[in-house]
């Protein structure tokens, strides 16, 4: 079995998709990554997954001579609008009268070039990123189906070291959005349940003593602003704007004693706060963190955002006002009913929690992992296990470390969609070997030759290892 997974160049991306990739091939599976440009993957690559890069695809794809548009048909009777219908709602510009055939021949030669990979590799299955984000998550989604592959959907989970997955889509649009009823789960997953999330969320917990001095006796209620242009907003409520949603939450909770706290999305625009009123009880808040007003509120009212489940994590009486993985649960709170027990809201999430464990959340070292990928992906009764098995850098003993730091000074960092050109700290390298070598003694050399150890910016393929030496990348992929 071949399944194609989209991914990101952004290292958090790359993170997320190997904990996957990783787990079909421990079962047998043969993933491929789509990555969008060359020189990239070292991650996949040094655990012997293939990569298969977009740009060199794109490269070879010919401009066409004639004017295209929206109307026009591309693939069997499907026009290009019907490939990214959702993508012009979400970025308004590339559907201008002015850039309409810009972007026509851009989509054209990305349908081209994605479907000459998918010929390329025949994939069994297809995994696409959101599936509504971007030409190539639209342009995946619309060919598997049209081709009859089956799909499925990941976006980031809700724990650091984790993925989300579900055949159907994510966010508003997974199977999760409209399941209300979960089996029990039994002791032993239960316990985990506990100890992966609930006590997690309640040891985390935020210094009180920061509390604006106007808010203290007052009733906080918090609402975390969202991307207006976000597909959470455009396809799974009914909103269009912050301003709007605010507006409804103000009329349908304000009295005497409340105090509204919204807190601007770091990707959204900071013109949108200039729509809010400027109102003695409405507090923008930009310095405290998310966490601190999740411990320091008594009631959360988000849109759909994966913040309210953050909430209910800690015991909070959460409203949802739209379509989302988790606004099924019957411990949501509604603007004339606000549950305040947090026993039964704990109850309620620690069950839905369970069955997200169990069938649509990919977890570092979880040991339900292989149940999630049995309960998306089709396996053929012969599939078995492989002897994948990822070497790691605590296996190999060294008596110290001599540095050699194989990158130039104007290299950068593609962390995140924010951070995508960091700057490499010698803090940044220390954190790095730290992790490996935590009880070593670490100095550097000027010359390689005298080096055991390599921190290098190179592509995998480029490089000519030596067996005395370990090469780590710069972000911390063993290499060797």
Known sequence: MKVLLQCGDHFENQSRVFLLAKELKQLGVEPVILMYKEKQGNLFLSNSIKVV??????????SLKQDIDFSTK?????????????????RPRIGWPSQVKKTSQQVYKYIIAINNILGDINPDHIVVWNGFTGYVANILRVLASEKNIDSSFIERGLLKDSIFIDVKGVNGNSTLTDLSDYPPANLKLAEYVDKLFIQKAISNTSDKSLLPENIKGKRVIFFPLQVQLDTNIIMYCKYNTMREVFFEIYSHLNNDDVI???????????????????????????????????ENSDLIVTINSTVGLE???????VICLGKSIYSSLPCLSKYNHILDDRGKILCNVSGYLGYLLTHNLIVKDSIYNTNVIKSIFKFNDK??????????????????????????LSSKLNLTYRK??????????????????????ISYVRNIDDANIVITDKFYSDLKFQDSKIYIDIYGVALN
């Not at 591309?74 to 979400?90: G, S, T």
């Not at 078995?384 to 790691?392: A, L, V």
């Not at 050109?421 to 803090?427: A, C, D, H, K, R």
């Open 311 to 317: 909430a209910l994590l800690k015991g909070k009486p």
């Open 74 to 90: 591309i693939y069997n009777d499907l026009k290009i609008i019907d490939f990214i219908n959702i993508e012009v709602k979400r």
């Open 53 to 62: 890069y977009l740009s060199s695809y794109l490269s070879k794809v010919k």
């Open 260 to 294: 509204f706290v919204v807190r601007p999305h770091p990707e959204e625009d900071v013109e949108t706060l200039s729509n809010l009123p400027n109102w003695d009880n409405l507090i923008v808040s930009t310095d405290l963190d998310l966490n601190f007003w999740l």
């Open 383 to 408: 599939l078995g296990e492989s002897n994948f098995i990822i070497d790691t850098l605590s296996k190999k003993d060294i008596p110290f470390c001599k540095v050699f730091l194989d990158f130039s």
């Open 420 to 441: 995508n050109s960091e700057v490499i700290t010698l803090e940044w390298i220390e954190k790095i070997l730290l992790s490996y070598f935590k009880d070593k003694e």
